[in-house]
């Protein structure tokens, strides 16, 4: 059963363990009594420095202690905390923030975010408290944007706390466990990792060696896209403290979850999204290639194919010149813009109905390639994108990333696709420079097209 917090998380462990171990970051372990008076520290020091309740306030860093320890303490004045990827370069963000309402920024190891506030974490003395209020706005998390301007969902803790025990009960989570801040805090799957550990009162693993297998030899659960499993599965570097491993954020080609089961890795295949606060379906991989059912509480229909979900854990909606604007339609329904459907009580996950093109008159749904591709054991990351051609419109190229002679791979996946399916090039996947989870397929458009 998962606790129900009814203060914030870290004073209700605080009071009930409070020398247990809340972080470890392999140098440094810090008790939930420990925790809770740095968290105390460092919001009176943002006090100091004008931060008030229902602030915005960004955090640009890449993840680490000190990062978490802000972004807590943040949330312990009352503020809405907007992470940021700190690749993210200062021309996005000039065009982001204005329309955001960022009244103060603090950046860790990164430089200052322009035309705001800068913040710093320093401690100041104080018991002052900003009472825990359950419904109040907690974060903003930018979502992907496939074009145009990101998009910043606002949610409750309320619906953090909600998916967050959902997942907990599932995996079996226990405050003896320790789960990997495998994923970034400024995408939900890291933040989702940090409201899990919360709820549970168990330990947060904290890892800044970039070394993953190392980390996760400290660790039993984490949450990892299918490239991060690959790479390890290749390195056959598998920790044997891991009980369970989260996969999510893209296609989960289930060679990945066979292999990794095989290596005696438990897999849970996950669905989710930025604006439900991470995941909605989840289940044991089975080998079917499915994301598992709804999690409690979850409502999930199809429509002409089209995922659309209402759930407790959906934003408030986009957070935008100092209003929420609505993410859903009238009766509560988010329309994902995902293609799925059912298999027995299962959903799977087709691709996203923006991906699809035309070649020739025929649709082509990137993703049904890039399944077929991801079948073939070396590949690990695969994505198709459409290059305009004068006669047919629009034709697949693919970019693959794995040790793979790419003339061999065609020869492979040919008799598994349909001919208007067929790559007209082959390229490797390139590596573009600040990235978050998963390759924009905006960007490598873009890259592509600069190729010529
Ligand atoms: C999928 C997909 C799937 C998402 N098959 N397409 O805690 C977790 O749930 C977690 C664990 C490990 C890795 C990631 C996660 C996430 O949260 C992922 C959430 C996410 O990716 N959010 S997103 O806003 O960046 O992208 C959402 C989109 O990603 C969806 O609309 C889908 O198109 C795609 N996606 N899970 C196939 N299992």
Known sequence: SVATINDWPWLYWQQRYPQATAIDTGDETLSWQQLAERINGYANGFRRQGVKPEMVVALRSRNGLQAVQAWLSLL????????????????????????????????????????????????????????????????????????????????????????????????????????????????VSGMG??????????????????????????SSFASLVPTQLWRLLNQSALPTSLRAVLLGGATIPSELTTQAEAAGIRCWCGYGLTETASTVCAGRADGSGSAGKPLPGQEVRLVENEVWLRS?????????????????DEDGWLHTGDLGHWRQGELCIDGRLDNLFFSGGEAVQPELVERVLLGHPAVTQAVVVP???????HRPVALVAGEIDLEKLADWAAPQLT????????LPLPQLAGEGIKPSRHRLLAWLSDRK
Not at 109 to 117: F, G, I, N, T, Y
Not at 212 to 217: C, E, P
Not at 387 to 393: F, H, L, N, P
């Open 312 to 328: 407790p854990t959906l934003a408030q909606g986009y957070w935008r010149e100092g209003a929420l604007q609505p993410l859903t």
């Open 193 to 218: 990792i940090i409201w899990r550990w919360l709820s549970a009162g168990a330990t947060l693993v904290i890892d800044r060696s970039q070394d993953l297998s190392a980390a996760l030899a400290r």
């Open 419 to 426: 001919n208007y399916q067929h790559p007209v090039a082959w």
């Open 76 to 187: 312990a004045c009352g503020a809405r905390v907007l992470m940021l990827n700190p690749q993210l370069p200062d021309t996005q963000l000039n065009q982001l923030l204005p329309g955001l309402g960022v009244a103060f920024a603090l950046s860790i190891d990164a430089p200052p975010v322009p035309q705001v506030l800068p913040l710093n974490l320093t401690t100041a003395a104080g018991r002052a408290n900003h009472p825990w209020q359950r419904n109040a706005l907690a974060t903003l998390t930018l979502t992907s944007g496939t074009t145009g301007l990101a998009k910043a969902a606002a949610h409750t803790f309320d619906a953090h706390l909600h998916s967050a025990a959902a997942v907990v009960g599932l995996m079996d989570f226990t405050p003896r466990d320790r789960w990997l801040l495998s994923l970034p805090l400024f995408h």
């Open 387 to 393: 290059q305009v051609d004068s006669e047919y419109g």
